[in-house]
């Protein structure tokens, strides 16, 4: 079975451009996850969607992140416009149910804004 | 404002030593902890478990301890080996809103042969 998949696995971008980042879940589960690693803070839950619908948002960092999930295979992550501070590494996580345990992480998307 | 802490940015440890991870949080709402395992350019991978009403979870040479009066965890590795060398993550589940995780900064265990 594969496991999450998320494209790019890297991205280069200048100031200013719109970023999407994509994640396909894990077949069957139903929550999905978007986290942001830096050394700082170590792993971010920026928000996480259950049954296609978003439940918590408040790791946003502010507007110009936005995410969807419009089907249960698939999701983006969006940032416009992108800037240098929002250079990290972003991945995305499933898992079947609410109350969680263990979650499934794609390999990532290492963004770097120049 | 970190919730859950992990100290200790890296740690070296002898091959066939214990390695013993830190983990300290902040927040009584938190009832379930898990530690990860994550290699370079690869996501974080489940390690292992702990529920709040537990002080102990073994799993083959991988053993963590919950002081809930400290809040308090730690992962230890016995014996150690150089394909332990990772970036540790412990993540708290917090049930006081919406039920997420909260993750800490990581430490870098390096086992040297």
């Known amino acids: 079975d594969a496991g999450v998949i998320q494209s790019p696995r890297h991205e280069v971008t200048e100031m200013g451009q719109e970023v999407t980042l994509r994640c396909k879940p894990i077949s069957g589960h139903n929550s999905l996850f978007w986290y942001r690693q830096t050394m700082m803070r170590g792993l971010e839950l920026l928000i996480y969607f259950n049954n296609n619908v978003p439940i918590d948002d408040s790791g946003m960092p502010e507007d110009r992140f936005s995410a969807k999930m419009p089907n249960a295979s698939f999701s983006t992550l969006k940032i416009q416009p992108s800037e240098p501070r929002d250079s990290a590494v972003y991945f995305c996580a499933s898992t079947l149910g609410t109350s969680f345990g263990e979650q499934f992480f794609g390999p990532g998307t290492r963004l770097t804004v120049l | 404002d970190q919730q859950v802490k992990q100290n200790s940015p890296s740690l070296s440890v002898q091959e066939g030593r214990i390695s013993i991870l830190n983990c300290d949080y902040t927040?009584?709402?938190?009832?379930?902890f898990l530690w990860y395992k994550k290699y370079p350019a690869e996501g974080p991978t489940f390690l292992i478990s702990i529920s709040s009403i537990k002080d102990k979870n073994e799993d083959g040479r991988f053993t963590v301890f919950l002081n809930k009066s400290a809040k308090h965890l730690s992962l230890h590795i016995v014996p150690s080996q150089p394909g332990d060398s990772a970036v540790y993550f412990c993540a708290a589940r917090d049930t006081s809103g919406t039920y997420k995780y909260i993750f800490g900064t990581g430490t870098r265990l390096k086992v040297l042969a």
């Open positions: 927040n009584s709402m938190f009832d379930y």
